[in-house]
């Protein structure tokens, strides 16, 4: 390893211990500062977890409250933002498991190829906080897919996970993430080749 | 058994070029330098992650201040019951200490009264197990009411 990347090492883990050490000692400045910096990562991804900005903001504060309190399980050998995708994930689906039982076959199923449109989708949901036409249309077509997939393609794509991070979020083994990486992929490039051309 | 190149050249693009090995890498950009369907399979999912980190979904002011808000209400509240929980725990060893202390003497004590008294043995001997029993009922019985209480409260706000 040469010096620079023994220097970004070395600099993520101490940067990972120190938040270790704050969430376990629950200093609120930690975490005040923890919600400014991943607020937008984080509700991005709950937005296209759950297709609905409503609950993606309950599910938000559920998450730092869940930090909060789970803090101390954090460990510093691992990125913070794997972690709290993770917390962000299980509440979803603990939560969408307790209202509506059927809509969660793709998060929860191991086996691909299962179709996931969440039953209480609104078609405007999206719509409400896509701006600009292209970001619609992404939206759309992101919705379109299974959700397994595009909770691989968000992580993967929009937040910039590496696959073994994807991976320890979805708890899916990593062939998995890349075989649904790959369908992903396939699933939604044909509808937005209409869409960009 | 040999893989379709094509599928295989996909599936690497699919995991994104910082998910490669240095082999991998070098083996899709001979196929792409070769395979025009699979350069433009490259092309059209580039273009789709440019576009997805475009895309503008932020959080507002206000959801991150109310966030900010409840996390410091809640530590709040975490503290207090952790310091409640502490001085619960310190006083269950004071007990535990001052029982071990002064059960021989009581003991003692109400031997002599029994002797005093001229009551059989296990007169006195019940005596002194309810004196000694009396004070944790009394506690025990004043913790399930504050812990029904407590129940009561939770459910009538959650509710």
């Given amino acids: ?197 | 058994m040999n893989r379709d190149p094509h599928q295989q050249a996909r599936e690497l693009i699919a995991f994104g070029s910082q998910g490669l090995t240095d082999s991998q890498r070098a083996q899709l950009s001979a196929h792409l330098d070769e395979c025009a369907a699979c350069r433009d399979y490259a092309q059209a999912a580039e273009q789709l992650v440019r576009s997805l980190r475009s895309v503008p979904l932020a959080a507002d002011r206000t959801l991150v201040r109310t966030t900010q808000m409840r996390v410091r209400r809640h530590a709040t509240q975490l503290q207090q019951e952790q310091e409640r929980l502490w001085l619960v725990w310190m006083s269950c060893i004071l007990v535990g200490l001052s029982a071990a202390i002064t059960t021989p003497l009581l003991w003692r004590g109400f031997q002599w009264l029994g002797e005093w008294a001229r009551v059989s043995s296990p007169v006195w001997q019940v005596g002194f197990m309810v004196f000694w029993i009396s004070p944790a009922l009394a506690a025990s019985l004043i913790f399930l009411a504050r812990g029904i209480h407590l129940t009561d409260t939770n459910g009538t706000s959650q509710g």
Avoid at chain 1, 33 to 43: A, C, K, P, T, V
Avoid at chain 1, 73 to 79: A, G, L, N
Avoid at chain 1, 95 to 113: F, I, T
């Fill in chain 1, 1 to 197: 390893m040469n010096a620079a990347a023994c220097y970004f090492v070395n600099g993520m883990e101490s940067e990972t211990s120190a938040i270790a050490r704050g969430l376990r000692r629950r200093d609120p400045d930690l975490l005040d500062r923890l919600i400014e910096q991943y607020q937008h990562r984080l509700l991005r991804y709950l937005i296209y977890l759950t297709s609905n900005r409503e609950l993606a903001e309950d599910m938000f504060q559920e998450t730092w409250i869940r930090v909060l309190e789970r803090g101390h399980q954090y460990k510093p050998e691992y990125e913070f933002s794997t972690w709290l995708f993770s917390i962000a994930r299980n509440l979803t689906v603990d939560y969408l498991r307790k209202k509506k039982p059927a809509s969660l076959d793709g998060l929860l199923d191991e086996e691909e190829g299962v179709s996931l449109d969440p039953p209480d989708l609104r078609p405007s949901a999206l719509e409400l906080v896509a701006r600009h036409e292209q970001a619609e249309q992404i939206s759309a077509a992101l919705v379109g897919i299974a959700a397994e997939y595009r909770e691989a393609i968000v992580l993967r794509f929009q937040e910039g996970l590496a696959l073994e991070e994807i991976a320890a979020v979805t708890g899916a083994p990593l062939g998995t993430v890349k075989s649904r990486l790959y369908r992903g992929l396939n699933a939604l490039l044909p509808r937005l080749k209409g869409a960009q051309a």
